[in-house]
T-cell receptor, first 113, second 114 residues
Framework: SAVISQKPSRDICQRGTSLTIQCQVD?????MFWYRQQPGQSLTLIAT?????????ESGFVIDKFPISRPNLTFSTLTVSNMSPEDSSIYLC??????????FGPGTRLLVL | AQSVTQLGSHVSVSEGALVLLRCNYS??????LFWYVQYPNQGLQLLLK??????LVKGINGFEAEFKKSETSFHLTKPSAHMSDAAEYFC????????????FGTGTKLQVIP
């Protein structure tokens, strides 16, 4: 299994600002993902972070709002841009391991005022 | 396209009673199936998974699940609930073969009553 850390673990931000979330994995992985979990809801895939190329976004998510970087096989960042209260969520980094299993980081709890 | 349905957003059981959390899936190809648990203020932890082989899968913390293709189900059970089992449980499916997207159910919150 992979050990995943995220920074920050939580934050309170003002509307209109941006926050960058970091995800670090303890081993090299090909597939990294970013999910959003809105209050009381399930996980929604935002995008797949590809090393050396642009991220692949799911329907309803755009690069201008959620820019993603993937400079190497162990690290990725997700930025939540021009935030509004609707962006208040838990943001989870995930990696794909052996046997199609996905492992998750502890999440970043974001509150936008 | 694949989908997951979890019946019951909230389930309450008494301590020591059987835990049964229901999950039905839809997939056009053989599925990989997963159960994850999320404790308060934590990320998701893998409980167990089914990929191929034996249809009864045992996981951590005494949980198990059985893949029933004819019923398109993957229900999670535990013979005797413990207070520490109180958490939210997510069923998930991906399609076998290559790197396929994982789809999560809406989750079931398990309450254990002393």
């Amino acid at each position: 299994s992979a050990v995943i850390s995220q920074k920050p673990s939580r934050d309170i931000c003002q509307r209109g600002t941006s926050l960058t979330i970091q995800c670090q994995v303890d081993s090299q992985v090909t597939m990294m993902f970013w999910y959003r979990q809105q209050p009381g809801q399930s996980l929604t895939l935002i995008a797949t972070a590809n090393q050396g190329s642009e991220a692949t976004y799911e329907s309803g998510f755009v690069i201008d709002k959620f820019p993603i970087s993937r400079p190497n096989l162990t690290f990725s960042t997700l930025t939540v841009s021009n935030m509004s209260p609707e962006d208040s969520s838990i943001y989870l980094c995930s990696v794909r391991g052996l046997g199609e299993t996905q492992y998750f980081g502890p999440g970043t709890r974001l509150l936008v005022l | 396209a694949q989908s997951v349905t979890q019946l019951g957003s909230h389930v309450s059981v008494s301590e020591g009673a059987l835990v049964l959390l229901r999950c039905n899936y839809s997939s056009s190809v053989p599925p990989y199936l997963f159960w994850y648990v999320q404790y308060p203020n934590q990320g998701l932890q893998l409980l167990l998974k089914y990929t191929t082989g034996a249809t009864l899968v045992k996981g951590i913390n005494g949980f198990e699940a059985e893949f029933k293709k004819s019923e398109t189900s993957f229900h999670l059970t535990k013979p005797s609930a413990h207070m520490s089992d109180a958490a939210e449980y997510f069923c998930a499916v991906s399609e076998a073969g290559g790197y396929q997207k994982v789809t999560f159910g809406t989750g079931t919150k398990l309450q254990v009553i002393p």
